[in-house]
Nanobody, 128 residues
């Protein structure tokens, strides 16, 4: 089974920054989409950002635009989520997921149902 390792979570004060990393532990595909999602207690999993390892297309949900940035280091097979100006409402478990498909063929890469592979998640807690 394909697995992922997420890292970079932790406890931070409001206004602080964290950088999350997502690295697959096994081969996925020559082309795939990686997405960052988050899930707070009692809430559904929501899409935060997504990016293709081939295409230059990337997407961010409106609530994080101007604060978060997604990037891909294909040489390291790692996708990063740089989170700046964190707010308490950003508190959640953050998961990375992947799907082996061209990003332009997805209906919406911010929808969890599009993804086939998931990591175990990393906790992000923002205090105020």
């Amino acid at each position: 089974e394909v697995q992922f390792v997420e890292s970079g979570g932790g406890l931070v004060q409001a206004g602080g920054s964290l950088r999350l990393s997502c690295t697959p532990s096994g081969f996925i595909s020559d082309e795939y989409v990686t997405g960052w999602f988050r899930q707070a207690p009692g809430k559904e999993r929501e899409g935060v950002s997504c990016i293709s390892n081939r295409d230059d297309k990337l997407y961010l949900t409106d609530s994080v635009k101007g604060r978060f940035t997604i990037s891909s280091d294909n040489a390291k097979n790692t996708v990063y989520l740089q989170m700046n100006n964190l707010k308490p409402e950003d508190t959640a478990i953050y998961y990375c997921g992947a799907v082996t498909r061209d990003i332009v063929l997805l209906h919406n890469c911010l929808e969890p149902y599009e993804y086939d592979f998931w990591g175990q998640g990393t906790q992000v807690t923002v205090s105020s």
